[in-house]
């Protein structure tokens, strides 16, 4: 079991940045394979990028891609999102997610069994 706690989210201007961490507390922390996902009002929660559980393998979503990165520090049980050059379309909240299945990649939200409760991110003039 792992639970996870969000931080970082903010108001920012479009083309500015912002990090994301979610931390883990629980000893199985490098066993999961992690992802976020966002929801803005009224749509659906989608993914945004997911890493394998050694970090070494990383995926994002085609309207993230170039601009976040994902990453994570097993040692430190925590989860980053790196997010540049931010677009009015990047608000929502943001959500970490874990995972015990096997596979890592391109998981939808049904596949997670443990989420943070979300931090809101606000990309506007």
């Known amino acids: 079991q792992v639970q996870l706690v969000e931080s970082g989210g903010d108001s920012v201007q479009p083309g500015g940045s912002l990090r994301l961490s979610c931390a883990a507390s629980?000893?199985?922390?490098?066993?999961?394979?992690m992802a976020w996902f966002r929801q803005a009002p009224g749509k659906e929660r989608g993914g945004v990028s997911w890493i394998h559980w050694s970090g070494g393998l990383t995926l994002y979503a085609d309207s993230v891609k170039g601009r976040f990165t994902i990453s994570r520090d097993n040692a430190k049980k925590i989860l980053y999102l790196q997010m540049n050059t931010l677009k009015p379309e990047d608000t929502a909240m943001y959500y970490c997610?874990?995972?015990?299945?096997?596979?890592?990649?391109?998981?939808?939200?049904?596949?997670?069994?443990?989420w943070g409760q979300g931090t809101q991110v606000t990309v506007s003039t």
């Open positions: 997610a874990a995972t015990e299945d096997t596979r890592w990649a391109r998981l939808g939200s049904d596949a997670y069994k443990y």
């Open positions: 629980g000893d199985r922390f490098s066993a999961f394979h």
